[in-house]
């Protein structure tokens, strides 16, 4: 039924639904047959009066189904609009609730038809036209009402099959963030209502063709009677007990879901069968531990390259292509290391370059940059790649003042470090061979960075910024630079114009400047 169903929408694209509705034409006279079959089990009738009643019971069917359809087709208006071919992504989310709510609309548009056009005038019918007493009116609707029901059932079930093709391919257009609902009927409900249906369908059938051959009106009420009752009392738990069987797992696995939503990828669900459903928690499982595993390696990289690469890395490949753009480079190196690492261990030197870079970094960080790589007792931070940064020299400027404030408030007088700050054209990509890469900038702005943190020495300044990037602050920053001369500069032919900044307002404009500008986190 599924394969036939996605073949007709195939074929018929937004004419399937007359495709279906002929289906459900043919389907209507199969049910009223195999009624009124089971009605001539428990009264006798004769071959003209059987098809007469068929004949005025599928005119009813064909009146209350005509009328479910017209009111139902007004409700499933942007389904047909996307069946016709308008595949608008701001229509695919109503497409998709309208799709997934149908079912139970054929059901519960068509109630007050089936009473109007088939339960009330049928009985009546058929009493009046075998001349029964007035109340197998009641008998007989009775009956009538569980075949409406058997075939509500029936034709819900069926169009979630034929409905399902459409739906799976509206689903691929539903934006990510569209939340998953639940618009259509509950599954226990599924259950809860099918299976007991089924016993009273078979009760009143086993009944009637095990007579003795009398046939009996009262006999069909009471088969009705006792069908119901067995159904709702002494098969009742064994369909509560199918419906747990069911349930239970799917619970189980939904109480999970929230958790691995909300970042909890050690959660898992307990494999309580070794039937489907259990396959369906230990794939569960083993999902969310290779993501699991994935995140742990995410974080791990993460700690060794800075993560605004890493996330690149991840989604774009290893091997990052070379793009020329314009950064700020701070060099922030220690002065003096040499002679403290001759008096040191291993381990003392160790850790206290990871002290000193653990202040750094997060400086970096904070305002927008990255640590691009440790030369030895140095860093080297980089604003503008891989994130581009319209103020990346602004962001520089606040991170080598704020940095320079920092190690002076942790070690005091006992470390002295030196910044360079200078702008340019670099090439940011990634570099390396024999498997082994990393992410990088390569140019002369990075050079002359280092040359210029080396003249704080000679001129004893903490930090020193170029021409270059003075160039690049916005005015509240350039108003805190004072000249520092021309420096002659290794690879240049002419002299780099340099600036030192008025730290004591420096630090206040970068705190309020980290306010404005939102630069309490990493951009």
């Not at 569209?178 to 509950?186: D, N, W």
């Not at 699991?292 to 292509?321: C, I």
């Not at 000193?356 to 904070?366: A, D, H, I, S």
Request: with cysteine; aromatic share 8%; charged share 20%.
């Amino acid at each position: 039924m599924q394969r036939l169903s996605g073949w007709i929408y195939r074929r018929f694209g937004h004419r399937a639904f007359y495709v279906y509705l002929g289906l459900e034409v043919v389907t209507a006279f199969v049910l009223t047959v195999a009624a009124i079959g089971i009605l001539s089990l428990y009264q006798h009738l004769t071959a003209e009066q059987y098809w007469l009643i068929v004949g005025f019971c599928y005119v009813c069917v064909l009146a209350a189904t005509g009328a479910g359809v017209l009111k139902l087709r007004r409700r499933l208006h942007p389904l047909f609009e996307w069946m016709a071919g308008h595949r608008d992504g701001d229509l695919a989310p109503e497409a998709w609730r309208v799709a997934v709510t149908g079912p139970r609309q054929v059901v519960t548009d068509a109630i007050w038809a089936q009473v109007l056009f088939i339960h009330i005038p049928a009985p009546i019918f058929i009493v009046a036209l075998l001349h029964l007493p007035a109340y197998s009116v009641l008998i007989v609707a009775a009956g009538s009402v569980v075949t409406s029901i058997y075939a509500a059932l029936l034709h819900f079930f069926y169009s979630e099959v034929a409905l399902r093709p459409v739906v799976r391919e509206i689903a691929g257009y539903l934006p990510e963030e569209f939340p998953a609902q639940e618009v259509g009927v509950p599954l226990r409900w599924k259950l809860l209502g099918a299976l007991p249906l089924i016993n009273v369908i078979t009760g009143v059938v086993v009944s009637g063709l095990s007579g003795s051959g009398s046939h009996s009106l009262k006999n069909l009420g009471v088969s009705v009677v006792l069908a119901v009752a067995v159904a709702f009392t002494l098969s009742l738990e064994l369909t509560l007990l199918v419906t747990r069987s069911v349930m239970t797992p799917l619970r189980d696995l939904l109480a999970v879901i929230p958790r691995v939503k909300a970042g909890d990828l050690s959660a898992r669900v307990p494999v309580v069968s070794g039937d489907e459903m259990g396959a369906l928690a230990r794939s569960f499982n083993d999902m969310v531990g290779g993501l699991e595993e994935r995140e742990r390696l995410r974080e791990a990289f993460g700690s060794y390259v800075d993560p605004d690469v890493a996330q690149r890395v991840l989604e774009e490949g290893a091997q990052l292509e070379g793009e020329e753009v314009e950064v700020t480079v701070v060099f922030v190196d220690i002065r003096n290391f040499t002679a403290f690492a001759e008096n040191a261990s291993a381990r003392e030197t160790v850790d206290y370059l990871n002290d000193f870079f653990g202040c750094v970094v997060p400086v970096l960080l904070k305002h927008g940059g990255h640590a691009n790589k440790y030369i030895g007792d140095g860093v080297l931070g980089v604003f503008g790649a891989p994130e581009r940064l319209p103020d990346h020299a602004d962001r520089a400027l606040a991170a080598a003042i704020e940095i320079d404030r920092a190690v002076e408030e942790r070690y005091g007088e006992t470390l002295r470090i030196g910044l360079g700050v200078n702008s340019g054209p670099v090439s940011a990509g990634t570099v390396g061979g024999g498997g082994r890469l990393e992410f990088t900038v390569i140019g002369d702005p990075v050079n002359v960075a280092a040359r210029i943190e080396a003249a704080t020495r000679e001129l004893g300044e903490r930090i020193l910024i170029t021409e270059s990037t003075r160039a690049l602050l916005s005015d509240e920053w350039r108003e805190l630079l004072e000249p520092r001369g021309a420096l002659p500069v290794r690879g240049r032919t002419e002299p780099v114009n340099v600036y030192a900044p008025v730290l004591e307002a420096g630090q206040r404009l970068s705190e309020s400047a980290s306010q404005r500008y939102g630069w309490s986190s990493p951009a």
